[in-house]
């Protein structure tokens, strides 16, 4: 895989090769003339065990906020619950996006391994090179989990607790394509909004601020209840309430896809504890766009921006 970036700084205390290589990275195309490497975590960390206790809690306390009107929302709920979005249409496994113009930072820095791939503007349109497309029809959830409009997302959660989240929803994470199409359309948009990276349309390139190395963060609910933790967690917080910008949203009308949070997801075929994926890129420099995805990070680990949605078969 390509290696020209990666993430900015990484906290990885237990994981020292965390963001130093990006050999496992996955863009989904089979000849991308854009670099492919991104960190899409800064601060992902080796997860303690959070109890089944705490899992339910929180899930008890998502589910309890008053239901979502899919009324006041673009997209469709045909087939779906009403917090979720129908999306459906025909996804193009293998495609390549040419960059054109990067930013200033990335060219200036001589491939320093601390400095992002973010690309300013693509070549139009993309180019699809699978043999076929695939029809696809799920359901996801509007908004990132707790995927409750004023609340904000939920971070510092490992792919394995975010999984029990989802399902004890009666739902479950969303695979790496379902994300993609989601994110990209038939299009094959590099952005939800297009061809031209704008941090006005989505909560994206904020300065990255350094986190405290001198001691590890706990699991989310553990941390809120820790001064040290929550006093460091709101220090390097900025991710935007659900809801709050109404323009980050994908032709099917699934919002906040790039930015915010990274997002978990279930890579397809593979087997534990590699089955783990983020996307979407954070509120951070980074990425930040559709179709690559983070790999090296495994299902225990969890991270002051790593969130995650659910999905759920069509109807």
């Not at 899992?55 to 979502?68: G, I, K, Y």
């Not at 469709?76 to 960059?99: F, H, I, K, W």
């Not at 930015?259 to 783990?276: A, D, L, M, T």
């Amino acid at each position: 895989m390509l290696s020209r970036s990666l993430a900015v700084i990484v906290t990885a205390i237990g994981l020292t090769s965390c963001g130093q290589s990006d050999s496992a990275e996955r863009t989904g195309r089979a000849s991308d003339t854009t670099t492919a490497g991104d960190s899409a975590s800064a601060s992902v960390v080796v997860s303690a065990a959070t109890s089944a206790t705490s899992v339910a809690s929180s899930v008890a306390t998502a589910s309890s906020a008053p239901a979502m009107d899919p009324s006041r929302y673009p997209g469709t709920s045909r087939g779906c619950s009403a917090d979720m979005v129908r999306v459906e249409g025909e996804y193009c496994p293998a495609l390549t996006q040419n960059c054109l113009e990067h930013h200033s930072e990335f060219d200036n820095a001589n491939g320093a391994k601390n400095v992002s791939e973010r690309c300013v503007l693509y070549e139009k349109p993309s180019r699809c090179v699978s043999k076929k497309r695939k029809p696809v029809a799920f359901c996801m959830d509007r908004f990132e989990y707790p995927n409750k409009v004023g609340e904000l997302p939920r971070v510092l959660t490992s792919w394995t607790h975010a999984k029990k989240f989802c399902e004890s929803a009666g739902k479950r994470l969303c695979t790496e394509d379902e994300f993609n199409f989601a994110c990209e359309g038939a299009e094959m948009l590099p952005y939800v909004y297009g061809y031209k990276r704008d941090k006005a349309v989505c909560n994206i390139d904020k300065d990255y601020r350094y986190p405290d190395h001198s001691r590890v963060m706990l699991e989310y609910d553990e941390c809120m209840l820790e001064p040290w933790c929550k006093a460091e967690m709101e220090r390097m917080d900025q991710r935007e309430p659900i809801g709050q910008r109404t323009t980050c949203v994908s032709w099917a009308g699934i919002f906040d896809l790039n930015g915010n949070v990274n997002e978990w997801v279930e890579i397809p075929k593979e087997k534990p504890p590699n089955r783990s994926g983020l996307k979407g890129g954070w509120w951070g420099p980074v990425r930040g766009r559709c179709r690559p995805t983070v790999t090296f990070h495994k299902e225990s680990d969890y991270g002051y921006e790593a969130g995650f949605r659910c999905c759920k078969n069509a109807e």
